[in-house]
């Protein structure tokens, strides 16, 4: 074999060696994930099926953290603000087996004791993001009395990268950035989580509450195995390449 080629062979040595390194690699981050996951869905399970308890109090709210707290299901009373309603935008839920493309109708409600909760007073199929139709769906929910509420203690998220800026004209977001939403909206102070609500349901069943299963894919396996075999497939070609050469010299 010659320099040129023991060169050239050397380089792709080395480049296919990079490559199965990182392929495993892949492949056992895999692994990790399904083991997260596993634990992830067992956690929210667990927490789903608890029976609710109070809501905590206001001077309780800065301590609450989404490891800990997240799902946790609560019972409470308070009463919807007439406040502007806001759209969160959504095309389906990995807690909710029965919602497509829509809206979500977010609502601030007053506590007996002072403050403001943030309620995700369901589902609305709204897949023009319509504001009558979302206006029409929440303001019977605005009658100044109180309401018994069941719901799930969730965590707001930010707006990424790749989000699309609100639609301020509709009232429209695509994240649910409460912080945001308060701010836009004259909201003023809110807790920093929000109520998925799963009771009571509306007369009319829209907006759509209800309670949250999960439904969260676990497809890890799958993809380390493909992630594996793609390593051994590109070490079977180097080999195979390999055996050639040194025949052939």
Do not use: C
């Not at 050239?8 to 981050?29: D, E, H, P, Q, Y």
């Not at 634990?39 to 709210?61: T, V």
């Not at 506590?111 to 979302?134: A, H, K, S």
């Not at 303001?139 to 990424?160: D, H, I, N, W």
């Amino acid at each position: 074999m010659t320099k040129a080629k023991s060169r050239g062979g050397f380089g792709l040595a080395l480049f296919t060696l990079i490559m199965v390194a990182l392929l495993i690699g892949l492949g056992v981050w895999q692994l990790q994930r399904r083991t997260e996951k596993r634990a992830l869905i067992a956690i929210l399970s667990e927490r789903l099926a608890e029976k609710p308890s109070s809501l905590p109090n206001q001077a309780d709210w800065a301590a609450l953290s989404p490891p800990k707290d997240e799902f946790r299901r609560v019972s409470f009373s308070a009463t919807y603000e007439s406040r502007p309603d806001a759209m969160i935008y959504t095309f389906g839920s990995g807690v909710r087996p029965d919602t497509g493309l829509g809206t979500w109708a977010f609502l601030p409600a007053q506590l007996p004791g002072g403050g403001t909760v943030i309620v995700n007073t369901g589902f609305v199929q709204n897949t023009m993001q319509d504001r009558g139709q979302q206006d029409r769906a929440v303001s019977p929910l605005v009658t100044g009395q109180p309401v018994a509420m069941t719901g799930y203690l969730r965590f707001p998220e930010k707006a990424g990268l790749l989000t699309p800026s609100p639609a301020r004209d509709k009232r429209l977001w695509f994240s649910r950035d409460i912080g945001a939403m308060a701010q836009a909206l004259g909201w003023e102070q809110v807790a920093p989580f929000y109520i998925d609500l799963e009771a009571p349901v509306p007369a009319s069943g829209v907006p759509k509450p209800g309670p949250l299963e999960v439904h969260l894919k676990d497809d890890h396996l799958q993809y380390a195995i493909t992630w594996f075999g793609l390593a051994a497939a590109v070490g079977f070609t180097f080999g195979a390449w390999w055996r050639s050469q040194r025949r052939s010299t």
